[in-house]
């Protein structure tokens, strides 16, 4: 079926019945479907993307925390700008579709991924990983005694994984072969976004993930 790609886009994922999700989770998780007692094995590029509607909140499910901490980022993606827009609607209203050039095949992809694996982190960089993730869970322990009623439960440790592997990929876009804090400072609101889960008071005085996400970057040291 459409899983077995190397890039699979979920349109509002969160329409997709608890059926469907446990089977994606199986995909994103294992990289394999089972049918009955086979199982199948995904390529090893296989990705997924997916967008989900804040709006509607009708006929749609809640994903799973499981399912949800697969995904490395969570991007909050904005109204386009004027400018933008304005591209937008004269493609798609132009009736040309764009030209698509292949630039990368698998073999190359696995060779990147091959030289991202030899990017370099410091065991300073790792603690200041560990710390922010552990702020997450205990931020009395970082004098953010504010925060504990506030957050229901903090970032798995998923998240220190996917920090690493996400700021190695920053690292070589700009040239670098070596992780710095500014790389995990950036990247964080995206990997910590879906991972902390706020309590009923955090709704009931507005606060947003982000500003948790905003106060713990700015207590944990900076190595």
């Not at 925390?65 to 609607?89: G, H, N, T």
């Not at 696995?110 to 991202?116: E, S």
């Not at 994984?161 to 964080?188: E, H, Q, T």
Request: net charge negative; with cysteine.
């Amino acid at each position: 079926g459409p899983i077995f790609a190397n890039m699979v886009l979920a349109d509002e994922i969160n329409r997709a019945p608890a059926k469907v999700q446990s089977a994606l989770l199986e995909a994103m998780q294992e990289k394999q479907v089972s049918i009955g007692n086979e199982s199948f094995s995904l390529d090893k590029t296989f990705l997924v993307m997916a967008t989900q509607n804040p709006v509607d909140q009708e006929g749609t499910y809640a994903l799973p925390e499981a399912q949800l901490d697969r995904f490395m980022f969570k991007v909050e993606v904005d109204y386009p700008s004027v400018d933008d827009e304005i591209r937008v609607i004269k493609s798609v209203t132009s009736g040309e579709l764009p030209q698509v050039q292949k630039i990368l095949n698998p073999d190359i992809i696995n060779g990147i991924r091959a030289d991202i694996e030899k990017i370099f982190v410091d065991d300073k960089i790792f603690s200041y990983i560990t710390h922010l993730v552990d702020c997450t869970r205990n931020p009395q322990n970082y004098e953010l005694s504010s925060l504990k009623s506030l957050i229901d439960h903090g970032a798995s440790p998923r998240a220190g994984i996917n920090l690493v592997k996400a700021s190695k990929v920053r690292a070589m876009l700009n040239g670098r072969d070596y992780v710095v804090p500014d790389d995990i400072k950036i990247l964080s609101s995206n990997i910590f976004r879906h991972r902390i889960a706020l309590s009923y008071e955090s709704e009931a005085r507005e606060i947003s993930v982000n500003e948790v996400i905003h106060e713990i970057l700015t207590k944990v040291p900076i190595p």
